[in-house]
């Protein structure tokens, strides 16, 4: 409770501690952020708490043959004891046999129909047979209709059964029981009435007519009285073998678990898990403590978000991935658990450590699947075992994939999860029973095979999560560096220059980010995007140009308006191609809300006595958000600018990237995005010592004398 009471004076703190003037706007703000926090927090334990098993205590898993580990079980009240299931089904099918017969209705009025409707066709007889002998064949075909016809499939389908040989024949609301070979088929009904010896004359003439259409089924299957007769002799066969008296023990710790014990565990676990009565105080004791826990998780994860990832909060996709899977998986997990605890390994739970990772960031990612294990230990029964081997995978799982750039990746680490499982479930119950065997271990160890081949489908997972929450993965990022690429292919044929540029960019901002911790292969394909708005007017950029200027002939106005259009041209170049909307940021904020230098300083000099308007000189920005942008921009004016040196010496490359760089700081470029000074003199190294490389002197060749 002092621990809420904590965050609560900070957020307080934190919240008054504004300006009157923006204390209504910021106010408003952080209201609405409260609120979806507050909604995603609600929404996710209630769909968690709803799905866990209803049971005041996690239901027990045991293996036969193998050491009890547990504490001590006690009978919490009278628990009658369940026989094994085989034994009852073996009995109630002999009962079955025995006693069952099925019912069946035989409706007369049918064969008078068709008896009338035969007397109607040949009342004055048929060609051959006389209208006596058709009066003789109308009676033989009562006669039938009395005993009762079925129809041939059913018949043939209760005969070949050999589950019983007599039925129930239910006539007038009477029931008698009559032999299966009493009651006639359609088939056999035919056969009957030929071979009557009364019909003998006149066999080969009836064999013409359709009599078939005559003789149809009259017996029909009565699946109300013959379930309930099913229902009450099976209620006969008693599913108890005995009873546990209150506070009885029923297996002790280190005991071996027989095939009694284990029907006595099974007992316990019926029990627990059914809706027996139960006091208010014990109902609210039980849903109201899974409440409070899995509430209590929640608002912890929330509270590393708020404060050491706020970015996140106000990013749709972040929330709702990491609320989706913190949701999913728990969900998931219980119902696997309501059909066998034993099976709680067999879901791949590093598989969310591995999205957050990919997606996110490797903090993330552990507090992630920290929580998650947290909620899913609720819900098992040895929880310590639980907790030791999700958290030793997931660790793994995280360190192994910082940047995903090919299937092989997760290959590996799915088998190195999976060995970790192995490993650690074989040290855990060594550590509690010495005498362990391959039969106690199998079990498990094939779970942990199957998560671990679930764990492979990561790979094709991560294109839907990508597309669904609106995030680019490593995979993506390779596939769109390609150079046969469209846009990138046309920058290469109609603006080598501009693509020669791109190609140097992205390797410095590369390299920084390496250096300082960044997405480097964000930055890197970033780059190789953020000047493609060149490609609408390539002549007029300096590193496209052979020797004309097309400048010559326009204002500075005209020219900065071209030179600053090439953002615009490369935001509409990029959507028509369907690039991802976090690389169209490279191109928004390359040149952030900077000047056209160039041009301004023209136009400025030639109208000295005048107030020079910025606004046609200047891009429309924004400035960075982003680290990996502010990277950008600085290797992006610094490779720019390195092309106007008369000499490369290290004093010049060394002085030009300070002043570049320190002017960019000081007109407020990074302002707006979490670079700190360490990472941009980390930055200033780098770009010096690739410039060096880039613009190395050659050792002169001495010529040979003559």
């Not at 209150?246 to 284990?262: F, L, M």
Request: aromatic letters at 10%; one cysteine or more.
């Amino acid at each position: 409770m002092l621990f809420f009471f904590v965050l609560l004076q900070r957020f307080l703190q934190n919240n008054l501690a504004m300006g009157t003037e923006n204390i209504h706007i910021y106010s408003v703000s952080k209201i609405k952020r409260f609120l979806q926090m507050v909604m995603y927090i609600i929404v996710s334990v209630t769909l968690i708490v709803l799905a866990m098993p209803n049971t005041d205590k996690p239901l027990l898993t045991y293996t036969i043959g193998e050491p009890w580990t547990s504490q001590q079980l006690i009978s919490p009240g009278e628990i009658y004891i369940q026989k094994d299931p085989a034994v009852v089904e073996q009995e109630k099918a002999e009962l079955l046999r025995q006693d069952y017969f099925p019912y069946y209705n035989i409706n007369t009025s049918i064969g008078e129909h068709q008896v009338a409707l035969f007397l109607q066709k040949y009342s004055d007889g048929a060609p051959g047979v006389s209208a006596y002998n058709m009066r003789v064949v109308a009676n033989i075909m009562t006669e039938m209709y009395n005993q009762g016809i079925m129809k041939q499939m059913e018949y043939q389908k209760l005969f070949d059964s050999g589950t019983t040989s007599e039925i129930m024949l239910v006539k007038d609301n009477e029931a008698m029981k009559v032999e299966i070979s009493s009651i006639l088929s359609t088939k056999k009904a035919y056969e009957v009435l030929m071979d009557d010896p009364l019909l003998e004359n006149i066999k080969p003439t009836l064999q013409e007519l359709n009599l078939n259409e005559f003789l149809v089924s009259n017996v029909t299957y009565d699946y109300k009285r013959s379930k309930q007769a099913h229902d009450e002799l099976t209620s006969l066969i008693p599913t108890n073998s005995g009873v546990m008296k209150q506070g009885q023990e029923i297996i002790n710790r280190g005991d071996i678990v027989t095939e009694e014990k284990a029907r006595m565990i099974d007992s316990y676990n019926a029990f627990i898990s059914t809706d027996r009565d139960r006091s208010v105080y014990e109902i609210f004791m039980h849903n109201g403590v899974q409440w409070l826990y899995v509430l209590l998780v929640m608002i912890l994860f929330m509270c590393y978000l708020q404060y050491f990832r706020e970015e996140y909060l106000s990013k749709l996709g972040c929330m709702v991935m990491l609320f989706s899977l913190l949701t999913i998986f728990p969900i998931i997990n219980s119902l696997l658990v309501r059909w066998d605890p034993r099976n709680v390994y067999l879901l791949p739970v590093c598989m969310v450590p591995m999205f957050v990772r990919v997606f996110l960031d490797s903090r993330s990612a552990f507090m992630t699947h920290t929580t998650l294990v947290l909620l899913c230990s609720a819900i098992v029964t040895e929880r310590f075992e639980y907790i030791v081997l999700q958290m030793a995978a997931g660790y793994i799982a995280i360190c192994a994939l910082r940047e995903v750039t090919k299937r092989s990746q997760i290959i590996v680490t799915s088998a190195c999860i999976t060995g970790l499982y192995l490993v650690t479930y074989t040290l855990l119950k060594f550590m509690d029973n010495n005498a362990l065997t391959f039969e106690l271990l199998k079990h498990g160890y094939l779970l942990f095979i199957i998560s671990g081949m679930l764990l492979m489908l990561t790979f094709p997972l991560m294109f839907l999560v990508e597309k669904i929450f609106g995030f680019v993965s490593p995979v993506t990022l390779m596939e769109l560096s390609d150079s046969n690429k469209e846009l990138l292919r046309r920058l290469s044929e109609e603006a080598p220059g501009t693509y020669q540029h791109s190609i140097m960019v992205s390797n410095l901002a590369s390299a920084i980010a390496q250096e300082i911790g960044a997405k480097f292969l964000l930055v890197r394909t970033g780059a190789l995007y953020h000047d493609v708005g060149k490609l609408t007017n390539p002549v007029f950029f300096t590193e496209n140009q052979n020797g004309i200027n097309p400048h010559t002939r326009l204002t500075p106005q005209e020219s900065a308006r071209i030179i600053t259009g090439h953002v615009e041209e490369g935001i509409r170049l990029t959507s028509a191609a369907g690039i991802p909307s976090i690389l169209q940021d490279f191109i928004r904020t390359h040149h952030g809300k900077g000047l056209a230098r160039y041009f301004y300083t023209t136009y400025k000099n030639e109208h000295l006595d005048e107030e020079i308007d910025e606004t046609p000189f200047r891009y429309q920005g924004p400035n960075p958000f982003t680290k990996e942008q502010a990277i950008l921009m600085m290797a992006d004016a610094v490779e720019a600018s390195s092309r106007s040196l008369t000499e490369y010496t290290e004093e010049s490359i060394t002085k030009l990237v300070n002043n570049i760089i320190d002017n960019q700081v000081k007109e407020g470029f990074f302002e707006e995005c979490p670079i700190t000074f360490k990472d941009i003199k980390t930055a200033k190294e780098v770009l010096i010592d690739k410039l060096k490389i880039v613009f190395h002197t050659r050792i002169a060749y001495p010529e040979e004398k003559s």
